[in-house]
């Protein structure tokens, strides 16, 4: 299987979710960073909801960050990346 473009975000699809989230990403801490840590949140906290997109199972792609896009830093000094 062949993976088409739409897997890769382009300038013109970059520029429009920097209008819509005012040029920045959400805060670290609220961003997916860690399946174990996830995991255990969801099983635990009520109000830690997630849902699970297929990529996660077939696509290894989703967890690099080839472009080195920025997300920030975590409350702890980690980079989160």
């Keep these: 299987m062949e993976i088409s473009q739409h897997w890769c975000i382009d300038a013109d699809r970059i520029k429009k979710f920097q209008e ?11 961003m997916f960073s860690d399946i174990a840590a996830t995991w255990n949140g969801v099983l635990m906290d009520m109000s ?11 696509l290894p792609k989703v ?15 980690g980079k989160l990346d």
Excluded at 20 to 30: L, N, P
Excluded at 63 to 77: A, V
Aim: glycine share 14%; aromatic share 14%; charged share 25%.
């Design 63 to 77: 967890f690099t960050n080839e472009n080195s896009i920025g997300f920030g830093t975590t409350q702890l000094g």
């Design 20 to 30: 819509i989230q005012g040029g920045k990403f959400d805060h670290a801490e609220r």
């Design 48 to 58: 830690d909801v997630k849902e699970l997109v297929p990529e996660l199972f077939y």
